[in-house]
Every structure is written in C-alpha cells, then in structure tokens.
C-alpha cells in the first residue's frame, strides 16, 4: 500500500481548513450530504437519457449510519461515484470540484432538466471531515466501472487508494471520529437527535430522501420483557414549502410553517411568497409577525433572513437582505444565483444579493401599503408593533428612506379618537391651511390641554399628536409632506394671523416694552427672550421653544444622554388680553418686588405646562404660599 503525498499547497489548505475556513465543525454533516446530493443529481441527470441506468427518482437516497461502540460515522449514496481517476483528481487535489465541472458540462449542454442544480462549488466541503476525523475513508463505485475503490487518509500527511469490494454503484463516507476532549464532545455526531437536528437545520430541503435507522417506540405489555425495534425513519422534509405552487398552498400551511420554523405561538399577520425570475433567481416566503419579539427594541435582537442556496441553509440570518426599518420580517430566501465563499458559511458582497434586498424591501412596501388600504385593523394592529421602527426608519440616516416609509405612518389628532396617516390628514385640510400642524407630550390628554393649540383649534385645523420620544426627529428629516411643512404649535410664528392682527401685537409690544424687559432681566438666562403672545387666547403664559430643538427632543437626548446637558431655549410668552397680565403691569408700577414673584410664578406655571421640571421646586412652592 503505497501512500501518496497532498501537493505542497494542498497540505497548506488542508491545515487553513480544519483550523479556520469552518466556525462550526458541526458543518461537515451539511458538507458530505450536500455532496452525496451532488452525486445522485449527477445519475438521476443522466438517467434522463440513459435507460441502462435503471433507477428513478424516487429510487435515490442519502443513509446515514452510526456504529457508538466503532466510533463510526458512515454517509452513503447511490449516486454516480468515483473511478480510481476521479478520486485522485477530486480527492486528492484540494479545491478540485467534480461538481464545477459537471454544473459547467450542464450550462454547455443546455439541458431544460430544470430539477438538478448541483450545491457543490469549490471541492473544499469535503475536507472539513478533518475537523471531527482521525480517519476518513471514501468507498466509491462509478456507474458504468467494474471495480470499486476505496480513498483513505489521516489528514496532512497523505492518503491511499485501493480497490474495494462494493458491489453497487454509489459512494460511502465513513468516519472514525476522533476521542472526546474538554473542549469537544465529537461522539455527540453520534447520537440519534444531533444528527435529526443538524440534518432539520442545515439539510432539511436536500431533494432526495435522509435516512437513519431509528429507535422505535414499542408498548410494553405485561409480563413481557422490554425490547427494542428499529426502523428507518426519513430525516428530512425534502421539498420546502416556498418551492410549492402557491394554489397548492392553504392558509393553514403557511400558518403552521411559520409557527415550527419560528417558534412563535401566534399565526402571522401576513405573508408574502416570492417566486422570482431575471436578473437573479430567487424564491422566496416572508412573514409579518402579530406581535414585536420580547427583545425586539434591544440591542440583542438580529435581524436577517435565513438564506438557501437551492435547499442547503448557507446563513441563519443574513442581515444584508433586510434593511433596518423592516427587520421585523421573518421569513428565508433561496436563490441559486448567490457568490458563496469558500466556506459557504458566508456570502461574498455581490450585485445578486443587493438586486435581492432591493426587490425585497419593494415587495414588502408594496405589500404593508396594500394591508394599510384594505385591512386597515390589521395594519394597525401591525402598526402598535412595529409602527415605532418604521419611524426610526424616517429619522435614520439623515432621513435617506422617508419617501419609502412615510406613506406607512399614523398618527393620532385632534380629528378623531382613529389613528390617521399623513395623506388622510392633507385631505382633511382646510383650503386656508398651509401646514401639517403638530403636538408632542408624554400623552394624548396632556396635549389636547396645552395653551400653545388654543388658536390652531380656534381656526379648526387638525392636530397630529405626537407622543413618541421618535416622532419629532422623524418629521424633522422629512420636513414636509405633498408641499405640506410640519409646524410645530410651538413655533415661534404659527402663520395664523392676519396682518391687522400682527400690526396690533406689534403695537401692545411696543407699549409693552419695559414691562417685557423687565421680566426677562427678572429671569435672566432662564429664558431667550420675553414676548407679547400671538397664540394665547385664554391662558396667561406659555413657553416655546426657539431653534430646532424642542422641549420634547431636550427631554429626550437628557433621558437617553444624561450628560448631554441638552437644552432648548426658552421664549416665555404673555398673553396681554390676560387678566394676570394686567395685574403684573400693576405691580411693575407699584411693587416691583411683588412684581418679581409674580413673574417667577407664571414662570414656573410655564415650565409645568410644558411638561418640564421647576428649577427649585422647594423655592417656588414658598413663593407661593407667600402669595397666597
């Protein structure tokens, strides 16, 4: 038996390999089944054209057997095989892919047998073997060979080839695993419910059949000894459900899948099956979830796909396939079209997955618009979930996705107890209105009490309420909607008033003058700027905010940054039509101390309505006993 030697560079790969091309060892089951698939693809393809070959579809199988007491781990097929040649030249070069080379014969042949589409790309899967081996051996027959042979090797140093004595055509991978250390329990890929569960996660859509013999359960009857049965138990569901016509499909399959491959409870809102054909190739079955996972606004939740590459889980979740405002969707893409790297852990950076995304992110607008306009409970049941992402989406990066989501928000207003969305509100406009005028609080009732809204409600325009810490900065980044700017009540100019009535504010001002000046050097840097209110019609003070940060976004940034020390400035406002107005322009002529506590009083009064903290909590309550 003369053993022969890797090529230099082959020792190399081999060593790169087993120590870092894999993250998991688990991956060599996916790895030797993929090629045993590879292997009855090429037979049942020439079967097509070849009647000697004897077989049918439904003849092909993969088998996996277990020998505990051995350590023996065999995977077997009856698919093409090897001849002595093809195993030297597949085997014994690294990264030399028998199948490459059949999927390229295929593509120059032009073949319509659309069922075969081989997995194996590089040559390389077959050596992570290595990671869990001290032995491998490959027993192959060729179809059409009148000898079988066996390839045999302990890893870096070498292998053999001889003849062997199978009898059918087909090849055996049998593995003697190595001893269990601290760090790895390899007799683990022994086990019954490791195999189920590495075949279910990473082989579930092989398209022929995985077998193992299996336990079988027996009753026992009384005064019977305990025995044991066997049986040969299919391991894989073999066609996935997103490879199936959709009029083959009911509601109760697309429920129940959902359920056993995300383990959720509750049956999805929507679903949507992609059968997709161009550019790139792809299938795809996404879900919209009733409810937002416990960790879903956490850090710690990933987003992503699961990706296939025809039937064979290349990534658990593929973040690249979705982007962040729509990373509630769950779902998987199978395409055949994908750049895979060596390790077909990991995907190399391709024009074919971008094109993916992008009609992904298209098809799921499309698809929660079409929910919005014709199942409108269910969107906003969808919408108390997840309505707050789709924000975030608007606000992020510099508001580059607004045109995308901004049709999908709602809002609550002054219209109705219904949320609405921005298009219902712009229908709803006054011919006279020339903003979407908005309100942020902590909740609907403290909004609907403030004194900033009292002459946008004397106009009659609507409201949005805006009680999500999100809301501001989202309308921030979109500025405005169909030609309609977002105005804030508490906007230092509401462009509500008639140019008579500037002209009289104008005048009150100036009377005004050193009473307003006298408020604000009252108040010092408490305040920006002290004014005659233009907004005010039965309250005697407000505060607004000047500049693009208001009270809502300083409350904000100082919850999630405490050391920010964010603040926005503060315009203190007086109604002049007020009584307490009068009563402090009394008191600025005749007791300016008086008049002094007057003005921290409605101060303070200003600060609360505004849903902001008193300086001097303590001070101010003094300040009122003493006043009263």
Request: charged residues 35%; contains cysteine.
């Amino acid at each position: 038996m003369v053993k022969k030697q890797f090529k230099a560079e082959s020792r190399r790969l081999l060593d790169i390999m087993i120590n870092s091309i894999y993250t998991h060892k688990e991956i060599f089951l996916r790895e030797l089944i993929s090629n045993a698939s590879d292997a009855i693809d090429k037979l049942c393809y020439l079967s097509f054209t070849d009647q000697n070959v004897g077989l049918t579809r439904s003849d092909f199988a993969i088998d996996i057997t277990v020998d505990k007491e051995n350590k023996i781990l065999k995977i077997s097929d009856n698919g093409m095989g090897m001849t002595q040649d093809e195993l030297e030249s597949n085997l014994g070069t690294i990264a030399q892919s028998g199948s490459l080379e059949f999927k390229d014969q295929m593509e120059k042949d032009k073949k319509e047998e659309n069922e075969i589409d081989i997995i194996g790309q590089f040559g390389v899967g077959f050596y992570s073997a290595f990671m869990v081996s001290d032995n491998v051996k490959v027993v192959s027959k060729a179809y059409g060979a009148d000898k079988a042979f066996v390839w045999e090797s302990e890893g870096a140093d070498g292998y053999t080839i001889n003849e062997s004595d199978r009898s059918t055509v087909g090849t055996d991978v049998i593995l003697k695993l190595k001893d269990d250390t601290e760090d790895e329990k390899y007799s683990r890929f022994l086990e019954t419910y490791t195999i189920e569960n590495l075949v279910k996660k990473y082989s579930d859509y092989i398209r022929y059949p995985i077998r193992m013999e299996k336990e079988k359960y027996v009753p026992k009857k009384d005064g019977e000894e305990e025995k044991k049965e066997f049986e040969i138990a299919t391991l894989n569901s073999m066609i996935p459900i997103w490879q199936r016509n959709k009029n083959e499909l009911k509601d109760e399959d697309y429920e129940n899948f959902y359920k056993e491959k995300f383990y959720d409870f509750e049956k999805p809102l929507k679903w949507i099956h992609i059968d997709a054909e161009g550019v790139v190739t792809y299938k795809s079955l996404l879900y919209v979830p009733a409810k937002a996972s416990y960790d879903f606004y956490t850090r710690e939740y990933k987003k992503g796909l699961q990706l296939y590459s025809t039937g064979v889980l290349i990534m658990d979740k593929c973040e690249d396939l979705l982007p962040d405002h729509f990373r509630f969707i769950r779902g998987i893409v199978d395409s055949p079209d994908l750049s895979l790297n060596i390790s077909r852990e990991m995907l190399q950076h391709s024009r074919e997955l971008k094109t993916i995304a992008n009609n992904l992110e298209k098809k799921i607008k499309s698809e929660l618009l079409k929910m919005l306009n014709n199942e409108r409970e269910k969107y906003e049941q969808f919408y108390k979930s997840f309505g707050m992402q789709l924000k975030y989406g608007v606000a992020s990066d510099y508001g580059m996705h607004k045109d995308m989501l901004q049709d999908l928000l709602l809002f609550s207003s002054s219209n109705s107890d219904k949320l609405t969305t921005l298009s219902e509100y712009v229908s709803r406009m006054k011919e006279d209105q020339k903003h979407i005028y908005f309100a942020t609080g902590e909740n609907i009732k403290n909004i609907a009490q403030l004194p900033q809204a009292e002459l946008v409600r004397e106009k009659g325009y609507e409201i949005l309420y805006f009680i999500d810490e999100i809301d501001e900065f989202a309308v921030q980044m979109m500025r405005d909607f169909e030609s309609k700017e977002f105005k804030s009540i508490n906007s230092d100019d509401l462009d509500l008033i008639s140019e008579e009535e500037k002209k009289s504010s104008k005048e009150k001002t100036k009377e005004s003058k050193d009473l307003l000046t006298f408020v604000k050097d009252t108040l010092g840097d408490k305040v920006k700027e002290v004014k005659i209110s233009q907004k005010l019609k039965n309250t005697p003070v407000c505060l607004t905010a000047s500049g693009g940060l208001s009270f809502e976004m300083e409350k904000y940034l100082n919850l999630v940054q405490p050391d920010s020390a964010a603040k926005a400035d503060r315009i203190l406002e007086l109604n002049s039509d007020h009584k307490l107005f009068e009563k402090l322009n009394e008191l600025f002529k005749e007791n300016k101390d008086e008049a002094k506590s007057y003005v921290e009083v409605l101060y303070n009064q200003a600060l609360l309505m505004a849903g902001l903290p008193v300086d001097d909590p303590v001070s101010y309550s003094n300040l009122l006993f003493e006043l009263i």
